[in-house]
């Protein structure tokens, strides 16, 4: 991507935190480029600024596996260097953005606190520290040990927000699991088989969001009465070849699919899956597309299953099941995020099943409250984007 050698910030009597806030929201938007890419990785943009204050080198992270954010947009300088666009010693005492503090270790790449000592950088100003154990706060000791001025907490919320999947995962080793409901004003999720209720735009954001997560749970149950393909589509794939197709995790507890091997899940041609059944069940032939989870007399284990997927490098779950697998979930208390999707409809129905189901919560004060980040509409469908206060 073409690069701004020489754009400078809006105005050059900017005070030094309004730089920081202007080039920390430039790394935001930078980190946002590794969406559906990066996991299990963090998103994480940088952007170097030089001793005159003109914007000389961007990066983001990508790929788990490649260049960190830092090294991205050094080696961008360096081909400005190398081309002539730039000094040799633009990076003299430059000043570094990026939106989460850099790492000193060796993971699958060298650590970045290295690369930003040897090319000479003055300043580090990062928006959130690390929560991975082997970076929290080494990181920033690292620089300052090597004379680097280091400023951490700009932007913080909006940086710890960008990145709530991977400082998750990292703290409870648990992925980030997000809700997805769609249901009508009387909180139904429609007759079986039924066309889309909501918009196309409601459909679209919910194939994107299902691109960006690294596995898309769901029920044998869900599987017999809807044979879902759990695919991304929606023309994402045509647009860029490279989306990925999440892992589809089946809960199948007493291994119900073996009946059924032509159902859509179990084509793997397009999506890996793994089947999930309980301990204790008879499967002819298990390998790696099998998990075994404790079987607690009532369903599953689910927080047995989160850790068990988070082992497998899954750090965040997109959840697309009936009310059954809702109830549960919330009643394990393991959903971090609701999407609720509601067109204007009414089925004023008894019998077609209601949105969440099972859960014993007999008075108000066992209710799940929820913290409304945002409510938009994508076309006739209202949508809601929460996150759960559990009852104590
Ligand atoms: C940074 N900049 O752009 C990212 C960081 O296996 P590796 O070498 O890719 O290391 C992964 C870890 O590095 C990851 O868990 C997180 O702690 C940090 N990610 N750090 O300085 C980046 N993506
Ligand atoms: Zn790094």
Redesign the pocket.
């Known amino acids: 991507m073409p690069v701004q050698w020489h754009a400078s910030i809006p105005s050059a009597e900017l005070a030094s935190e309004d730089c920081d806030v202007f080039w920390m929201r430039r790394c935001l938007q930078l980190a946002q480029r590794g969406l559906g890419g990066?996991s299990p990785?963090?998103l994480?943009g940088c952007v170097i600024v030089n001793k005159a204050g003109k914007l000389i080198g961007e990066g983001f992270?990508a790929k788990?596996?490649e260049a960190?954010?830092?090294v991205d947009a050094l080696r961008q300088v360096c081909e400005a260097q190398e081309l002539g666009y730039l000094g040799a010693d633009d990076l003299k005492g430059a000043t570094v953005y990026v939106n989460?503090e850099?790492?000193c270790h060796t993971?699958?790449?060298g650590p970045?606190t290295d690369a930003l000592k040897e090319a000479g950088i003055g300043t580090v100003v990062c928006g959130t520290l690390?929560p991975?154990p082997?970076?929290s706060g080494q990181g920033r000791d690292a620089l300052q040990r090597a004379q680097i001025s280091v400023r951490v907490g700009v932007l913080e919320e909006e940086c710890a927000e960008l990145n709530c999947v991977f400082f998750h995962a990292m703290t409870t080793r648990k992925p980030y699991v997000t809700l997805k409901l769609a249901a009508t004003l009387d909180g139904r999720l429609g007759p079986r088989q039924s066309a889309w209720m909501t918009s196309d735009m409601a459909r679209q954001e919910v194939h994107q969001l299902r691109s960006y997560s690294d596995a898309i749970l769901t029920t044998a149950n869900t599987v017999f009465s809807d044979n879902p393909r759990l695919t991304v589509r929606e023309g994402l794939v045509g647009k860029n070849p490279n989306v990925r197709q999440p892992l589809r995790v089946v809960l199948d507890r007493h291994n119900r699919l073996e009946a059924m091997p032509h159902c859509h899940v179990l084509d793997t041609a397009e999506a890996p899956t793994l089947r999930v059944v309980g301990s204790g069940v008879m499967v002819s032939h298990i390998d790696d597309a099998f998990l075994v989870v404790a079987d607690t007399g009532t369903g599953l284990d689910l927080t047995q299953l989160m850790t068990g997927l988070c082992e497998r490098g899954v750090t965040s779950v997109w959840v697309e099941a009936g009310g059954t697998l809702a109830g549960s979930l919330l009643d394990a208390q393991l959903v971090n995020r609701l999407k609720l999707y509601t067109p204007p409809l009414i089925l004023g129905d008894t019998s077609t099943p209601p949105m969440i189901s099972g859960r014993l919560c007999g008075n108000l004060s066992q209710a799940i409250g929820w913290n409304v980040l945002n409510r938009y509409t994508l076309e006739n469908t209202s949508v809601l984007d929460a996150t759960p206060i559990y009852p104590a």
Do not use: I, Q, S, Y
């Open positions: 990066a990785n963090p994480v992270h788990a596996g960190h954010a830092e989460l850099p790492c993971g699958k790449t970045c690390d991975n082997l970076v």
